[in-house]
Nanobody, 122 residues
Framework: EVQLVESGGGPVQVGGSLRLSCAAS????????MAWFRQAPGKEREGVAG????????YFTDSMKGRFAISQDSAQNTVYLRMDSLKPDDTAMYYC???????????????WGPGTQVTVSS
C-alpha cells in the first residue's frame, strides 16, 4: 500500500512562500496521478493541482494559477507544491493524494497523506 507523508507546512505571513513536499513510500506502475488538495475549516475539500507520471501538470483552480506550482522528483518519489504570494484564504490543511490518473475529483485517489497545515496571517 502506498503511504504518503506531507511536510513543509506552517505559519507564514501574507505574501510569503512555502514549499510543501509529499514523499511516497513507493510509486507503483498503476499510480499515474499525484495531486494536492486542501480543506479549510468549514469548507469543502478542493483540488489544488495534479501531476501525472510523465510530468504534465494541471491546476484545478484558476485562482492558484501563477501562484502555485506543482512539480515532482520521480527518482525520490516526491511531489512538491510551491506556493507564492500567499493569502489568508490559502489557510487550510493541505493533503497529498495518489491515484490511477490525474483528476480534480477526490474520490479518484486511493491514497491520501495525513496532511500538513498552512496558516497565512497578516
Amino acid at each position: 500500500e502506498v503511504q504518503l507523508v506531507e511536510s513543509g507546512g506552517g505559519p507564514v505571513q501574507v505574501g510569503g512562500s512555502l514549499r510543501l513536499s509529499c514523499a511516497a513510500s513507493e510509486y507503483p506502475s498503476n499510480i499515474n496521478g499525484m495531486a494536492w488538495f486542501r480543506q479549510a475549516p468549514g469548507k469543502e475539500r478542493e483540488g489544488v493541482a495534479g501531476i501525472n507520471r510523465g510530468g504534465k501538470s494541471t491546476y484545478f483552480t484558476d485562482s492558484m494559477k501563477g501562484r502555485f506550482a506543482i512539480s515532482q522528483d520521480s527518482a525520490q518519489n516526491t511531489v512538491y507544491l510551491r506556493m507564492d504570494s500567499l493569502k489568508p484564504d490559502d489557510t487550510a490543511m493541505y493533503y497529498c493524494a495518489a491515484g490511477y490518473f490525474c483528476s480534480r475529483s477526490g474520490p479518484n485517489y486511493s491514497y491520501w497523506g495525513p496532511g500538513t497545515q498552512v496558516t497565512v496571517s497578516s
